[in-house]
């Protein structure tokens, strides 16, 4: 099984706190696989979107889990970067306000932060 990286809570808005987590991946099993043990833990399973994005050998994928365009954000970030096969997962708890477009900054922060992780240049 791939090991996890998980950064915990990077960033609050307004109440709503974002984490961002990924591992490197070859295929889309293994990308369910990460998510599956991702949401083994009660607190990433109760999360309000665990949004995602990854650059397989075989193509990009991504899943916005309810935040309408975030997994986007995150593959525009990982193609900018050169980053493949890897999936990065976002996560947030909302936090009871609307964030309106901030929330795809918040996306881009907490994506950044992986990445920069990583040692990728973002």
């Known amino acids: 099984m791939t090991q996890i990286q998980r950064m915990g809570v990077v960033l609050t808005d307004?109440?709503?706190k974002y984490a961002v987590s990924g591992a490197p991946v070859r295929s889309r099993n293994e990308v369910d696989a990460v998510l599956r043990d991702l949401k083994s833990d009660k607190a990433y399973a109760k999360a309000t979107h665990n949004t995602w994005a990854a650059i397989l050998p075989t193509g990009a994928l991504k899943?916005?889990?309810?935040?309408?365009?975030?997994?986007?954000?995150?593959?525009?970030?990982?193609?900018?970067?050169?980053?493949?096969?890897?999936?990065?997962?976002v996560t947030r708890w909302y936090g009871g306000k609307k964030l309106g477009g901030d929330r795809f900054r918040r996306v881009q922060d907490?994506?950044?932060?992986?990445l920069d992780d990583l040692g990728v240049v973002s």
């Open 14 to 16: 307004r109440g709503s």
């Open 63 to 89: 899943a916005d889990d309810g935040e309408t365009g975030a997994g986007m954000v995150i593959l525009r970030m990982l193609e900018r970067a050169g980053v493949q096969d890897h999936v990065v997962i």
């Open 110 to 114: 907490a994506t950044r932060a992986y």
